[in-house]
Structures are given as structure tokens and as C-alpha cells.
């Protein structure tokens, strides 16, 4: 059951939040949904920004002008006051990364090894502490407040703001956070004006530090929420539903964290009831009575039994809804909806991973939060466009590293299909580090995609009796708030010492050639490629050149310490006992810039796409042999190789028939069988005109490929992945700009620039190629292509009249797109 990027972002707005938003997005109709929540949630989405300064006050809005900044509640910078003019500030829309709209700084010459690496890390991006200038930003919004509000809890709940950030509220500090990627919350009552007065949250975020040796971005890049509850209330994250399958059905538990804020001593009655996939009623648990003294939390917890469940897989991936209803006296004083999945995981050393019990390989991609054009600041319609590309190719398993993904992420990949392993940002026991773990593990665990809590990424401690006793201790915390999930951790060595003796399921980074000698000896570990491949290839180039930083795309460029995609499968594809494998990675990303970790590389190459999300060739290996019942054949490279006539041009094709045949201009070059896992290889010398490449089932043609000698660029070819957007002021619509000869054929090799202009409601909110090697602008209107090709994102707004958007170039035909926004209730 393929299901769209838009049903499934409709499908995650009832994600743990009130009942009329599950009725809107096609949930339950007959339901408590009828009646209107007590419970608020308003997506504080709009934002005034501004930069301030790491070391200079003056430009940090008086922020620690005064030694005693600290001395009194209340205001401790011109920003934060309620009343402060921001009209000149920039509106910019949460999530929000500022980082990818700086300026690139090329290295001192010569550069100290730490600054080399730190400015390689991030890309390049002129932020980090060589740039205070750059590395503090400020967020401001107001809040709606009423007198209504007065007798309810009001909090704010940030899933993620990169890094150090302080939250004020009308002037006073109500939060500090120093994690990048842990949610948090606070609760903001006590500062707010409930009598008509101005109400302001203002967020300074301090980006100086990073966590990780790849692009982290900077700034609210993760949504926030405004939340207004009863004084009695369902905690943040207070949901928890397990499931048990048996033979005559699923029987469900469910645990309820209830909360009485108020003055007075309440008794409190809990009802709740499950709503099938299809919106209907499947089971009522018993209701539940709670005495609640101020202050004071209690659990109530049920069970229920269904007799026929419709289970959660990759291919159906059918959620369940907890509904829950608390009431005071008669009076209903909080509602709170719980999605989960009805399903079986575990890992077996013998049978690898079993969801429901079947054997599953794990067609995996490890990915960090980062996109062209936007950054970290990846809107939701683009995690969903980019599982969409993922699972084209044959994925079924995506390992968010190093950190915990997005909340947004995770409720996608539960309406998509797409398996997770969530990890922790740090390998460590300290109070901090645990309270950050606690977070994860409470947002995440209602998830029906995750499959395993990852403890850590190639730590120095990993195989010391010291990393066993951290990882222990992380373990521990899993094992007590989510005990039906294994843990895991990415070994880059030490795979049987330390904390390696710890968690349940062995991850290798690499060394895949190693897998099979460890089983050998460890017959009873459950093990799988943590991280695998890592390939490197610039997208449509087939010569390498070190001068320009240029990677052939053929599948055979990787790092010392990798392997090839082909040499990485075929030991673990008809391996039962291997789980399967993680390529590093599915996108290309900012930062780290492998094999040529120096200027003028940004990014690294590993990707099976690009930073744009275009495939390069080794995405259609993996799709051949990760999706073996859909004949593929790819060819590569082009065939446009001006004065290269005569000349030798090596021709790959990947693909899963049982024969493929190639051609030169209808001449047969040979017919030769596709070993399992593997590519066939021509050297072909080159004339121009058509390549084409035939694949063969029980001697039927099920699939071709053609490579064509293009003319001159003619023309820009504009497509987009949806034509009737959301008119939301959300939605966003990845628009692909090629440049085609008078054929309508991609030319391999244009560079043409290509700008871009949108009439009506809509805007660019960023521009990429895929590139490795460009320091163009991400926040632009014009990109010049690469290999043919270029990417645009544009934001719809709340108008459905149509959208109107032009791509030109000099000398060519302008291409034009037409949106027609549709209206959402």
C-alpha cells in the first residue's frame, strides 16, 4: 500500500495532539472528535529573525552588557522585551536553519589541522567560533493570550533547536537547553499577561559549538508548539500503548501519565478507546478512577483485546489511535490522541530481523537532517519527498545518525512503511546525556517504525570496561521505559568487547568482510551493517580528477576504511543471518567532504542521491537487487563524448534480468547473462548515437535503457512532484529543472544558469544542483545547473488561485510550470 507524501503528512497531524485534527486528516468521524478538545496546540510557526553576536554586546542586543545580568528576573536583553521594535527583522517560517543562507569562507592558508577540520566540517559555512559574527541568531514571535488562559497551563514544547538556546517570555527566562537535538518543554504560565497586554517568546540560540563532524545548521530548525491544557492535564509525551499478538488476536496495554496542577485535590475519571485504521471503533478499554492531590501524577492503565488486527509492516503500514478522555466531575478537562501500530520485531541471530515474525532484510540508508536550498531547516512535504525517493530505490530502513531524527520524520516514516533506528547523540551517563536519552525514549516509543535504540557511533570507550558500564547504564534506562525494543550500537572495531557485551544487537561500520567470521565464532549475536558501502561518485561524472575534487559515478571509489556497494551486498544479501545493512549514506551532506576533506569541496560524496535528492547511477544497483520483482536495467555513462571518437568508453549496466543485451546504433554489441548482485561491464569504443541496453526474462524482453548523443542546449524542461499542493503555507513542491537539447534530452554536461521566477502565492525557498563543489547561494532565485540538471524548492501560501513558475536561461527556452493549490479544511 503505496502511500503519498501528502496523505501521509495529513495522516501525522493527529500525531499525540487533539481529536478535530485526526477528524481533518481523514481519522475517526463518529468519534469524541465530534466534541471540541480542551486541549490547544497552535504551531508557532512564524517568526521574526535577526543575528546577533557571540563576543560583542552592543551587536547582541545588550545580551551580558552588565556583569549582573543575571541578578534579577526579568529583562536581560533589548530583544527580549515585549514592546521591542522587530518590524526590520527577517520573517522567516520555523523550521528554520540559519547557517545554510551564510556566506562560505575559504580556509586560511595554510590552516591549523583543528581549524581545517572544523571549517570542513560545516561545510565551509562562515559560523563557529572564528565567527561570532555569524554564530548567534535571534527568534522572536508573539503568543495569543486571553483571560481565558488564566486558570490553564500554557507551555511551549520545541523539538529541536540547534544549539545552546535560552527561551524568554516577556522578558524573563523560562528554559535553557544545550542539546542540538533533544526536544523540551516548559511550561510559561507564570509570565504571561492575561489582561490584553503583548505577549512575546524571543529565543537567543547560540551556535558556536557543534556536537557533530558534519553539517548541523543553526537555529529553530525543528517545529514548536504552543500548547494550553486544563490544570489536570495528560502529561507531554504521557501516552504509552504496547501490543502482544497471539493467536486470537492483539491484546493492547495502555498506560495514561495524568497530571493535577490545580490547588485542590481532584478525582479524576479516564476513559479511552481504540479506533481501527479505517476511522471505526475496534475496542473500549475500562475506565479508570484517579485521586489526584495537587502536585501530584498518577498512571491508569487498561487493556483491550482485538480480535482481528490489522497489523503494522513496510508494505501495509496500518495505525491504530488510543483515544483518551479525562474528565473532572462531568466536565471533560483533556483529550489526547496516541497513534501506534499493531506489530512484532525482533532480532534473531539465525533469521536476522522478523517484523511479524517474517524475515525482513534491512535495505537501510544512514541520514543526516540536511537538504540543498534548506539546510537542517527541512519542511515536512520534504522528509516526505525524501523517504519517497528512498523507498523508489528498494529501502526499508533508514538509521538516523548520529542523533535523534525529527519528530516530524518518525510520524511519516509510521504512515509510510519506513523502518528506523533511533540514536542517541552521546555515548554517556551523565546526568545530562541521561535526561536527554529520557526524552527520546518517551517521545519516540509509541512509534510502530522504530526497531531499535541505537547507544552509540564508534565511541573511543567502545570496547573498555568503561563503555560497557556507560552503555550499561543507558542500557538500563531503555530497558525501563521501553522495554519491548532491543538496543544497539555502531562498532567501528571492538565488536565483541566492552559495550559490545552489552547491547542486544551488533552493528558494524564497514569491515563487512569481518561479518562472517564473527558469526562464525558468535553464533548467538544478532548482527547487521550499521553502516555499509560508502561509495563516493560526483553525479554524472565517469572520469575521476582530483584537481577539480571530480569522483567517477562507476561503483568502484570508496574510502580505505569502506567498500564498494557491490562488494558490501553480496556478502550480506542471501546471508540469513546477516539483518541486512545501512549504506552510508542515502543523500549526499554538508560537511565532512570525502575523499577531498579540503576547499573547494562542501559536502561529502557518499550519497546513493545527491544533496538535491537526484540518483546517481548506483542508486539503480541497489534498486535492481532491493526490488528483484521489477525488471531494471541502467546504463551508464552518457554517450555524449565529443572527440572521444574510436576511443574506448567503458559501459556498465546494472540491472536484474536474466540476460542483457547491448547496442550501438541497433548493432548487437553481445548478449551476456547478469550475475545475482553484481553489473556487467563493455568497453565500447565510442561513435555517436544510441546506446541501448536490453534485458531478457525466459528470453522476453522486460526492460531497456537508452543513452543517446545529445545536441546543444535548447531549452529548460521544468516537472514537479505534485501539481496540486496543499494550501497551507507549508506545503512545498521540489521542482526539477533540466536543460534538454531541440530533442528534449538532458545534455550530460550543461552548466547553464538558470533562474528562476514564481507569480501568485508562493516563494524559492531554496535552490540546489548537487553539486559538491559549489559555493553558489542555497537561498536564492537562480542556480546554475550541474550535469543537466537543477533543483528548486517553492513554499505554496493559503491562496489557491494558480501558481505560475518560469525557469530561463540565456539563449534557451524558458520552461513553465503551473500549480494549482487546492483549499484544506
Not at 517570555?169 to 516548559?186: K, Q
Not at 481504540?274 to 498512571?299: K, S
Not at 531497456?704 to 503555507?729: F, I, K
Amino acid at each position: 500500500m503505496k502511500t503519498s507524501r501528502r496523505e501521509a503528512i495529513a495522516a501525522t497531524m493527529a500525531t499525540g495532539v487533539m481529536l478535530p485534527l485526526l477528524a481533518r486528516a481523514g481519522g475517526a468521524s463518529a468519534t469524541l472528535a465530534d466534541e471540541p478538545s480542551p486541549r490547544r496546540i497552535d504551531r508557532l510557526a512564524e517568526w521574526r529573525f535577526h543575528l546577533g553576536h557571540a563576543s560583542d554586546t552592543a551587536r547582541d542586543f545588550g545580551f551580558g552588557r552588565h556583569q549582573r545580568t543575571y541578578a534579577k528576573a526579568g529583562v536581560t536583553a533589548d530583544a527580549t522585551k515585549p514592546d521591542y521594535d522587530d518590524k526590520g527583522w527577517q520573517a522567516v517560517r520555523v523550521p528554520h536553519d540559519w547557517a545554510v543562507a551564510l556566506p562560505f569562507a575559504e580556509p586560511k592558508t595554510p590552516p591549523a589541522k583543528d581549524e581545517a577540520d572544523a571549517a570542513a566540517a560545516h561545510g565551509f559555512k562562515a559560523i563557529g567560533r572564528d565567527f561570532p559574527e555569524n554564530s548567534v541568531g535571534w527568534y522572536r514571535t508573539p503568543i495569543s493570550i486571553t483571560a481565558a488562559d488564566r486558570d490553564r497551563r500554557v507551555s511551549l514544547e520545541f523539538d529541536g533547536v540547534f544549539r545552546d538556546c535560552i527561551v524568554f517570555v516577556n522578558g524573563y527566562i523560562v528554559a535553557r537547553n544545550e542539546s542540538g537535538y533533544a526536544p523540551f518543554s516548559i511550561s510559561i504560565g507564570d509570565f504571561l499577561d492575561y489582561d490584553g497586554g503583548s505577549n512575546v517568546v524571543a529565543v537567543r540560540v547560540d551556535a558556536s559549538l557543534g556536537e557533530g563532524w558534519f553539517y548541523e545548521g543553526a537555529g529553530i530548525y525543528r517545529h514548536v508548539d504552543l500548547v494550553r491544557t486544563d490544570a489536570v492535564h495528560v502529561l507531554q509525551w504521557g501516552s504509552v500503548v504496547r501490543t502482544t499478538i497471539d493467536a486470537s488476536g492483539a491484546a493492547v496495554t495502555a498506560a495514561l501519565e495524568v497530571r493535577n496542577e490545580g490547588r485542590s485535590p481532584v478525582d479524576a475519571v479516564v476513559r479511552q478507546r481504540i479506533v481501527d485504521p479505517a476511522g471505526r471503533g475496534a475496542a473500549t478499554l475500562p475506565e479508570t478512577r484517579l485521586t489526584l492531590a495537587p502536585g501530584v501524577t498518577a498512571t491508569a492503565t487498561g487493556e483491550a483485546r482485538i480480535a482481528a488486527p490489522q497489523l503494522w509492516s513496510i508494505e501495509t503500514p496500518r495505525l491504530y489511535h488510543l483515544h483518551s478522555e479525562v474528565l473532572v466531575g462531568d466536565r471533560v478537562v483533556d483529550r489526547y490522541v496516541t497513534p501506534f501500530g499493531i506489530r512484532t520485531i525482533r532480532f534473531d541471530a539465525a533469521r536476522g530481523f522478523l517484523l511479524n515474525e517474517r524475515p525482513v532484510k534491512l535495505l537501510g540508508t544512514c541520514n543526516h537532517q540536511d537538504h540543498a536550498g534548506v539546510g537542517a531547516g527541512i519542511p515536512d512535504a520534504l522528509h516526505a519527498w525524501r523517504i519517497d525517493q528512498l523507498q523508489e530505490m528498494g529501502s526499508n530502513a533508514w538509521r538516523s545518525a548520529h542523533n535523534p531524527p525529527a519528530a516530524a520524520l518518525l510520524d511519516l516514516c509510521d504512515a509510510k512503511g519506513m523502518l528506523m533506528i533511533v540514536e542517541a547523540r552521546r555515548n554517556s551517563s551523565d546526568p545530562v546525556a541521561m535526561d536527554e536519552l529520557t526524552r527520546i525514549l518517551r517521545r519516540d516509543r509509541n512509534h510502530p517504525c522504530v526497531i531499535a535504540w541505537s547507544l552509540g557511533n564508534e565511541e573511543p570507550q567502545q570496547g573498555s570496561a568503561r563503555g560497557a558500564r556507560v552503555t550499561q547504564v543507558m542500557q538500563d534506562r531503555v530497558r525501563e521505559l521501553d522495554p519491548t525494543r532491543p538496543t544497539t550500537f555502531a562498532f567501528d572495531s571492538s565488536w565483541d568487547a566492552g559495550a559490545a557485551k552489552v547491547v542486544d544487537v551488533v552493528g558494524f561500520n564497514y569491515r563487512t568482510d569481518k561479518m562472517p567470521g564473527f558469526k562464525a565464532a558468535n553464533p548467538g549475536v544478532p548482527v547487521y551493517g550499521s553502516e555499509t558501502g560508502s561509495t563516493v561518485a560526483t553525479r554524472g561524472a565517469y572520469a575521476n580528477d582530483p584537481a577539480r575534487h571530480v569522483v567517477r559515478a562507476y561503483d568502484t571509489e570508496h574510502p580505505w576504511w569502506a567498500s564498494t556497494a557491490e562488494a558490501w551486498w553480496t556478502i550480506v544479501a542471501d546471508r540469513p543471518d546477516l539483518a541486512g545493512g545501512f549504506i552510508w549514506t542515502g543523500f549526499d551532506y554538508r560537511g565532512e567532504p570525502t575523499p577531498y576533506p579540503a576547499f573547494p569541496s562542501i559536502s561529502s560524496y557518499f550519497g546513493v542521491l545527491d544533496t538535491c535528492g537526484f540518483p546517481k547511477d548506483n542508486f539503480y544497483y541497489y534498486r535492481a537487487w532491493w526490488r528483484p520483482d521489477q525488471p531494471l536495467v541502467h546504463l551508464l555513462p552518457h554517450w555524449t563524448w565529443p572527440g572521444r571518437e574510436g576511443q574506448p568508453i567503458e559501459v556498465w549496466v546494472h540491472g536484474n534480468c536474466e540476460e542483457v543485451e547491448l547496442l550501438l546504433n541497433g548493432r548487437s554489441l553481445g548478449r551476456k547473462p547478469m550475475p545475482r548482485n553484481r553489473h556487467l561491464a563493455w568497453s565500447v569504443p565510442y561513435a555517436p548515437g544510441r546506446l541501448e541496453a536490453r534485458g531478457y526474462d525466459k528470453g522476453r524482453r522486460t526492460a531497456r535503457d537508452l543513452r543517446e548523443t545529445t545536441g546543444a542546449p535548447a531549452s529548460v524542461v521544468l516537472t514537479a512532484d505534485c501539481r496540486m499542493p496543499d494550501a497551507t503555507g507549508d506545503d512545498v513542491v521540489m521542482v526539477r529543472a533540466e536543460i534538454v537539447d531541440a530533442r528534449g534530452r538532458t545534455v550530460p554536461d550543461a552548466e547553464d544558469l538558470i533562474r528562476f521566477a514564481v507569480a501568485g502565492d508562493a516563494a524559492v525557498i531554496g535552490v540546489g544542483n548537487g553539486n559538491p563543489t559549489s559555493w553558489e547561494p542555497d537561498q536564492a532565485s537562480q542556480r546554475r545547473a550541474f550535469a543537466g540538471l537543477a533543483q528548486a524548492i517553492v513554499r505554496v501560501g493559503r491562496d489557491v488561485r494558480p501558481i505560475r513558475i518560469t525557469a530561463t536561461a540565456d539563449g534557451l527556452k524558458a520552461g513553465v510550470l503551473m500549480l494549482l493549490p487546492k483549499a484544506v479544511a
